[in-house]
Nanobody, 116 residues
Framework: VQLQASGGGLVQAGGSLTLSCAAS??????MGWYRQAPGKQRELVAM???????NYADSVKGRFTISRDNAKNAVYLQMNSLKPEDTAVYYC?????????????WGQGTQVTVSS
């Protein structure tokens, strides 16, 4: 499975960005986003299952919205009210279980920079 992410960029604090990620195959599991800021560990931002359940990091609840388009094998992250601390490389993630084994895939990362 290949994941192609896009949509990062430079934005002022309070602004908005939308990240997109397209998978090369149907994902019957979860798709979402992690991020990694300089000097920090990669952390979960938001995930969405193929059934529509979502999970958000506390730091982005109420500001970010994740959505999936299963017909396009895609996941999106609408980011509003961006803060400088949201600055990071954002990675698309897809994972699913098959016969008890977890498979996990990562996109190439897209830089999000929020200026104060």
């Amino acid at each position: 499975v290949q994941l192609q992410a896009s949509g990062g960029g430079l934005v002022q604090a309070g602004g908005s960005l939308t990240l997109s990620c397209a998978a090369s195959k149907i994902i019957f599991g979860s798709m979402g986003w992690y991020r990694q800021a300089p000097g920090k560990q990669r952390e979960l931002v938001a995930m969405a299952t193929s059934g529509g359940s979502t999970n958000y990091a506390d730091s982005v609840k109420g500001r970010f919205t994740i959505s999936r388009d299963n017909a396009k094998n895609a996941v999106y992250l609408q980011m509003n009210s961006l803060k400088p601390e949201d600055t990071a490389v954002y990675y698309c993630n897809a994972n699913f279980f098959l016969l008890g084994q977890k498979s996990e895939y990562w996109g190439q990362g897209t830089q999000v920079t929020v200026s104060s």
